[in-house]
């Protein structure tokens, strides 16, 4: 009788068997339980990109003098840190100093727009149920995004973000790391979940950012569009594509 082994992932993690039989075939399906997740912010929890990508050129525009199109912003913006997205603009390093000076003017720019709309600001369909979900059972979480203080400070208070993501579990740019597309605000979070990242989810919305969760050596690579997959940049760097919260299966994780 021939043994045919499917492994949903060789990336190791806590394990279920199960034997199928069928006709003279046994098939053993390795189901691989993941320990954690990480999520980006901007885009992913909260579907804020509009206003990013409103701030963003316009702050290029008005005080620059750049023209940037729909397409540069989402392949080198989306998802980027302050430095990064200065380099792309100027098309060399800019001195520390001033990328804040820079940094804070566009980050403004960006609050209003969420003030100003700020009865229609919403957590991605699903997101409240999976992290329910996850402070329920307790199951690792953690948020790795590339805003700065002044904007994590902005969202803690306008959604409380304390209630699922209190005791440091807020990764941000700090200025220390290297900004994604580097791995190292994903390593960091890792790192303060004390789960290897071989057994965590990374959800992300830009390029950017899964190129960022691949380099960093998670189990699960996970894209979110809402505006339909198919338009997804950065597709081939994740293991699954989902529109939102409500197709990722809670039970992915090991509980």
């Known amino acids: 009788m021939m043994l045919l082994q499917i492994m949903l992932s060789t990336k190791c993690g806590k394990y279920k068997n199960f034997l199928i039989f069928s006709n003279c075939y046994c098939i053993l399906i390795l189901v691989i339980y993941m320990k954690g997740i990480i999520f980006d912010f901007n885009g992913t929890l909260f579907l804020d990109s509009p206003f990013h990508e ?17 397409e540069q912003y989402y392949r080198y913006f989306h998802g980027s840190t302050n430095p990064i997205i200065y380099e792309q603009l100027f098309k060399k390093p800019i001195p ?20 100003e709309e ?36 902005f969202f803690k208070d306008l959604f409380d973000l304390d209630r699922w993501f209190g005791g440091g579990r807020i990764i941000y740019d700090d200025g220390t790391v290297k900004g994604k597309p580097h791995p190292d605000l994903y390593l960091k979070a890792g790192a303060k979940l004390s789960v290897d990242m071989k057994d965590l989810i990374i959800v992300e919305d830009a390029c950017a950012g899964v190129q960022a969760a691949r380099a960093s050596g998670a189990g699960l690579v996970v894209g979110i569009c809402p505006d339909g997959k198919d338009k997804f940049v950065g597709a081939e760097y994740t293991d699954l594509l989902i529109k939102d919260f409500t197709e990722l299966d809670f039970s992915l994780f090991e509980y």
């Not at 990328?99 to 209003?112: A, N, Q, S, W």
């Not at 229609?120 to 953690?142: C, M, Q, R, V």
């Open 54 to 70: 409103k701030a963003w050129r316009k702050y290029a525009k008005e005080q620059l003098g750049i023209e940037v199109t729909k």
């Open 96 to 115: 520390k100093e001033l990328i804040g000076v820079f940094g804070e003017e566009k980050e403004r720019l960006y609050r209003e727009q969420c003030l």
């Open 118 to 153: 700020r009865n229609t600001l919403s957590f991605a369909e699903g997101a409240y149920e999976l992290l329910d979900f996850l402070g329920k059972n307790n199951i690792p979480h953690a948020i790795a995004t590339s805003s700065e203080i002044n904007n994590v400070n």
